[in-house]
């Protein structure tokens, strides 16, 4: 009997490791929608300009079209991500996606600045809407283990996909057709999501729905959006301004003020023992820092493709398809790599990798020939940043009840949104130091790699010890 029970063991664990039809189709509808949102993050990095002329934004404004989108995606992402906790991440995901593409489509058609800044705010704040909750409607449909690991790889991988998708489509559609179109191409997928989910999204709704704390969500919301806005000012006007001082300041007050208010309420927002547990904020280190520098990368390496090799717009998100299909293989690895070599030595192994493909950077010169190098390294660097992402979002998630995810997966999406932002000012202002484009270029990317080598062997020491 003990034989019969050992041999059909492993049969067992391999049917556990298994997905079902049904997890199959749930996440094929997840990942579409988070490589609709993933999309919609670059779309328009190359329209801006036919955007401006098209609607009469002055130059100085044309930022806000990009701001706009930053800071309520950013800054509402924790909230709306415990929301989903109270009130039902399916409902909030739905939501989510309907005004996703209602706001796609008001973009599309917009006649005015105005109309089409609305546009960009509700666009971001349906991104914090439905980011966390399609995430933690991921996590809490697969057990910590291989499934979800591997679900989250996929995840990863089809965000950065994403990411180099929505660079090549804005630049193919301003070109063939209009920038308008880089809106409206997204009505039918949200369209289709919100028609598929209500059947297909399996209906978790709290047990005991507690109150919602107003003061901290008030708190830690007003504080992202200053530290955001702050952020993207420096970014336009260097670190020393006083909009960028001041907005910096008043963001990192408010965040105290979060974390003090969360201390004494009831119900607080996040309760303070997630946030001192090692895997949530080490996690969300990691996850920080790997969207910083990558982020940032493609930020410096677009003003090398464009101001020293004189490539056109769609030219330049063309070459960073390579870059794609890199982090496309680092999201389908990274699943199989966690479950092999635990997450701490995951970011290890892609933290090193990315660090060194990032370095060779360095030697990037005028020749047309070091578009070569810049295939290679940011092939292999997508590789290993992806592999960082996906033990990242492994780590901030595991270890907490199901009640919690979208509490965690609204922690990891503020980590990746901020991220995002910090990137580009804080490599801005290291190329303004420098004497010309190139030298600037090859200064911050040192300075690129050199931050990704730190914030490895930080995290992984910090992690140290624990059980993957």
């Known amino acids: 009997m003990s034989t019969l029970a050992a041999a059909a063991a492993p049969v067992a664990a391999s049917a556990a490791e298994r997905m079902s039809p049904r997890q199959k189709v749930l996440l094929t509808l997840l990942l579409g929608a988070q490589f609709m949102i993933a999309v919609d993050f670059s779309i328009l990095n190359v329209a801006l300009p036919e955007v401006g002329a098209g609607l009469g934004f002055s130059l100085a404004n044309l930022q806000w079209i990009a701001t706009a989108f930053a800071l309520a995606a ?7 991500g415990r929301v989903g906790d109270l009130v039902g991440r399916k409902r909030l995901f739905i939501a989510g996606m309907a005004v996703l593409g209602g706001a796609s489509l008001l973009g599309g058609l917009s006649v005015s600045p105005g109309m089409l800044l609305t546009a960009r705010v509700l666009q971001g704040l349906a991104t914090a809407a439905v980011t966390p909750a399609g995430l933690a409607l991921l996590t809490s449909s697969f057990a910590e283990g291989r499934l ?29 057709l209009s920038w ?23 209906d978790a709704r709290p047990a005991e729905r507690s109150r919602l704390d107003v003061p901290g969500a008030a708190a830690v919301t007003l504080g992202l959006l200053a530290l955001v806005f702050g952020l993207t000012q420096a970014g336009e006007h260097g670190w020393t301004g006083p909009v960028a001082l001041g907005s910096l300041l008043v963001g990192a ?5 979060f974390w003090f208010a969360e201390k004494r309420a009831a119900s607080p927002l996040v309760p303070p023992a997630v946030l001192t547990r090692r895997t949530v904020v080490w996690g969300n280190v990691t996850g920080l820092l790997a969207f910083v520098t990558e982020t940032s990368l493609v930020f410096l390496l677009t003003l090398y493709l464009q101001k020293v090799l ?22 389908t690895l990274g699943g199989r790599a966690v479950s092999r070599l635990g997450a701490r030595r995951t970011i290890a192994v892609g933290g090193v990798t990315q660090a060194i493909a990032t370095l060779a950077l360095v030697a990037l010169g ?19 940043n992806m592999l960082v992402i996906v033990a990242f979002m492994v780590t901030a998630t595991s270890g907490l009840p199901a009640g919690e995810q979208g509490l965690a997966t609204g922690i990891a999406t503020m980590s990746q949104q901020v991220g995002i932002t910090m990137g580009t000012p804080i490599m801005s202002a ?36 624990r059980r993957d």
């Open 180 to 202: 308008r179109w880089a809106f409206l191409i997204n009505v039918p997928v949200a369209a289709a999501v919100v028609a598929l989910a209500p059947r297909i999204v399996p």
């Open 366 to 384: 005028t020749s047309s020939a070091g578009i070569w190098l810049l295939l290679a390294a940011t092939f292999v660097g997508g590789v290993g």
């Open 253 to 257: 007050v408010l965040l105290v003020v």
């Open 148 to 176: 979800r690991e591997k679900a989250l790889g996929l995840n990863g991988a089809l965000m950065s996909a994403g990411f180099t998708t929505g660079a090549i489509l804005g630049g193919a559609l301003t070109s063939l």
């Open 310 to 331: 004189g490539y056109s717009a769609l030219s330049t998100g063309l070459a960073f398809g390579v870059l794609g299909l890199g982090t496309v293989l680092g999201g």
């Open 74 to 80: 950013a800054g509402f992402t924790l909230l709306f």
């Open 430 to 465: 290291v190329v303004a130091g420098a004497s010309s484009v190139l030298p600037g270029v090859r200064l911050a990317i040192g300075v690129n790699a050199a931050l990704v080598l730190v914030a490895t062997t930080l995290v992984v020491g910090a992690l140290r010890g």
